[in-house]
């Protein structure tokens, strides 16, 4: 629990009293995931937030063609979850797995929403949560809908680099929406420019 105290402490300078932090020890539970299991897979309904305090996770869905499509990555200090099955209860059209053997502290709907009415800090962390997830999404589909294959891929780079480290070329590629030919080809000529 002590990093959950650690990542909340970074998010908000409020204060946890000793009870909060006993309610909190009590709702989060340490899970590992080894390799390629799932977290969540397609048609559950996801019921659980997990911060991921080591490892790699990835969510994706697949098309009719056996075709991922991954929509998120996450690292350490990462929340993997679908949020809308999470939130609405309705069933999941993606499937999250662990990339690397993961550790995630997680905790089930009921008591995440008991625990943000009854911590301050807890609604504090909820309020930034939702507010950069919100400007990862329309960052998003801005970078989709006006930036070409290697301006998305020059902008993970200087974002996210710990992707482009950690996950293979094939995943980047599909996190892109272009052919891993097309990364390849790009990686190459950002390479012989010196990017």
């Known amino acids: 629990m ?3 105290y650690q990542y909340l402490r970074h998010y908000t300078s409020h204060p946890l009293e000793e009870n909060e932090q006993q309610l909190l020890a009590k709702a989060f539970v340490l899970r590992r995931f080894r390799r390629k299991q799932y977290l969540l897979q397609e048609g559950d309904i996801c019921r659980h937030l997990s911060l991921i305090t080591k490892g790699a996770m990835r969510q994706y869905s697949v098309d009719d063609k056996g075709v991922e499509h991954i929509v998120q990555f996450g690292i350490e200090n990462w929340w993997m979850s679908d949020r809308e099955s999470f939130e609405l209860g309705s069933v999941s059209k993606y499937n999250i797995d662990a990339w690397e053997d993961t550790e995630v502290l997680q905790i089930g709907y009921d008591d995440w929403w008991t625990l943000r009415n009854a911590i301050p800090a807890m609604r504090i962390l909820t309020a930034e949560m939702d507010k950069r997830h919100s400007i990862a999404a329309q960052k998003r589909i801005h ?3 006006t930036l070409t294959a290697e ?3 020059l ?3 200087q974002h996210q680099p710990a992707f482009v480290q950690r996950f293979p070329q094939n995943m980047i590629a599909s996190y892109l929406g272009i052919s891993p030919e097309t990364l390849s080809r790009i990686r190459k000529q950002a390479f012989l420019r010196g990017d």
């Open 2 to 4: 002590e990093r959950f």
């Open 143 to 145: 970078a989709a809908i």
């Open 151 to 153: 301006e998305r891929y």
């Open 155 to 157: 902008e993970m780079l």
